[in-house]
């Protein structure tokens, strides 16, 4: 079975603009799944005969390094350090580390991750807030989010439910709770 893709990813696959996409798909030029939350996926095979049939010529490089991209956002470089430590059973990512919230929603302008791991209580914008702006985003919303926190007071888990968390962990997080909680949100194999 191929990968599905993203709506953002099929764009750059495409080499065209997230809105030109979501307009052929609404046209019916088209294909695409769509998520139990309404997003659209698209596989390469289908985007291949879509590009073929127009004309469009497909870029070489479609995602950078081809690599899941793993964002990691918590002030405590202990927990980063574990969180490298952890995920060195798979192959096929690249990793980045950011110290806030505010240093992270730089790095998801730039660098697009796949998946964000953070905390909940971090300096300059914490993980509620963080959460709320890739959410709010459309580049954005599609992005996997893994929360580990301390601090999951009943308030926090209300409103980490409205944003559509992926996983949420309590700290201290067991190594085979963030093996289990990457492999959910991507398509990583163990080494």
């Known amino acids: 079975m191929s990968k599905l893709l993203k709506t953002n990813d099929a764009a750059k696959y495409l080499g065209v603009s997230r809105s030109s996409l979501t307009n052929w798909v609404k046209q019916g030029l088209l ?25 469009l010529n497909i870029p070489k490089a479609m995602n950078d390094s081809g690599k899941v ?3 990691v956002i918590d002030d405590d470089a202990a927990f980063r350090e574990f969180i490298k430590n952890a995920l060195d059973v798979f192959s096929g990512y690249e990793l980045r580390e950011s110290i806030d919230g ?20 971090m300096p300059n914008m914490n993980g509620v807030e ?5 959410r709010q985003n459309e580049d954005t919303e599609d992005v996997k989010v893994i929360i580990a926190s301390a601090y999951l007071s009943p308030e926090a888990k209300s409103d980490i439910a409205k944003l559509a968390v992926d996983v949420v962990l309590e700290k201290p997080v067991r190594l085979g709770s963030i093996v289990a909680a990457v492999e959910k949100c991507t398509d990583l194999k163990l080494r």
């Open 31 to 55: 294909g695409s799944g769509v998520t139990p939350g309404g997003h659209y996926r698209f596989t390469a095979d289908e985007l291949d005969k879509f590009a073929e049939k127009r004309g």
């Open 69 to 71: 991209k793993i964002l």
């Open 102 to 121: 505010m240093q992270g929603a730089l790095l998801i302008g730039t660098w697009q991750p796949d998946l964000v791991i953070l905390d909940l209580r």
């Open 130 to 134: 963080f959460c709320r702006m890739l």
